[in-house]
């Protein structure tokens, strides 16, 4: 105990023994409410004057830990040091239909067992077909995405319309912006590199819009012609070309690694020369192919 309590506590003591008890003169030491109330009242006077000397103080909350300043990050920054650790890599296999707008061509023309096919400039008319895309990504941070997308798209030819003069099949004569019967397929297969944007709106679902840039691989295979057979690879053609996309979409997250969605995509190319088959070897396609697609998602974070 302090200097203060050893010098006071004999005074204290004497004190408190010679109080006066004028109606209990039996009692060697003070029994009156009032001498207690004022010992007490002293011991703890004398307690707390000594505590506090020592530097402490009985009621204070103890002193926080000293801060690490160096280490420091402020907490609007702590997502800032999470994104640094990594990016987050994701796989999202997509499915829908794909719809391409009518499409100009400059010729088709060539022989097929002994048949000849003559037409100048013309458009070619699709049917609606499917498509498929496996985008491989990874999400740089909260709002933007990486990816590269290789995909497939595969639809029926409907129609051929001459647009500048008739076409000829033989000895048959299909008129200017008349219709001939084209059966055939045509394949698109694209393969992307996507910059895509994310837009939070809502807990429960957020709004994704990008751009992709790249090649598209093209084949185009007839079949028959107003009922002639295009016979063996007489009716095949292919082309590489500059390929373009956007898109906008709605995604739907549904536990931390893994979410579903819905996205509208145009897809579109540059100017495309097919070679390798009789009828496609100088078909020019000055206007490129534009594709329009709706397809759903699934997205899978590893």
Known sequence: MCDIFTNVFPD??????????PFLDVAPIPLHASGVKLCIFL????????TISEGQTPLAAPAPAPMDEENYVPPWKMGDSKEGTGFDWYVAPAMGI??????????????????TV??????LAFNPGFR?????????????????????????IQYIEPTNG???????????????????????????????FTIPIHPQFTITAGFGVGGMVSAAQTTSLQGVSLEGSDGIG??????????????FPFSEKMQAGLYYKYTGTGAQDFTGGNFFQFVQNNNGTSTQSVEGYFLYRF
Do not use: H, R
């Open 12 to 21: 204290l003591l004497a004190l408190c023994l010679a109080l006066a008890v």
């Open 43 to 50: 011991f703890g006077l004398l307690f707390l004057t000594g």
């Open 98 to 115: 794909s719809m391409i707008s009518d499409t100009d061509i400059n010729q088709f023309s060539g022989n097929t067992s002994g048949t």
């Open 118 to 123: 003559s037409s100048g400039a013309a458009t």
């Open 132 to 156: 498929m895309d496996c985008p491989i990504g990874a999400k740089i941070t909260d709002w933007f995405a990486l990816e590269f997308a290789p995909g497939f798209m595969l639809n029926t």
């Open 166 to 196: 008739s076409l000829s099949i033989g000895t048959q004569t299909v008129s200017q912006n008349g219709q001939g019967s084209l059966v055939g397929d045509y394949y698109q297969i694209p393969m992307l590199a996507n910059f895509l």
């Open 238 to 251: 292919t082309a590489l070309s500059f390929a373009y996309s956007g898109q906008f979409g709605l995604d």
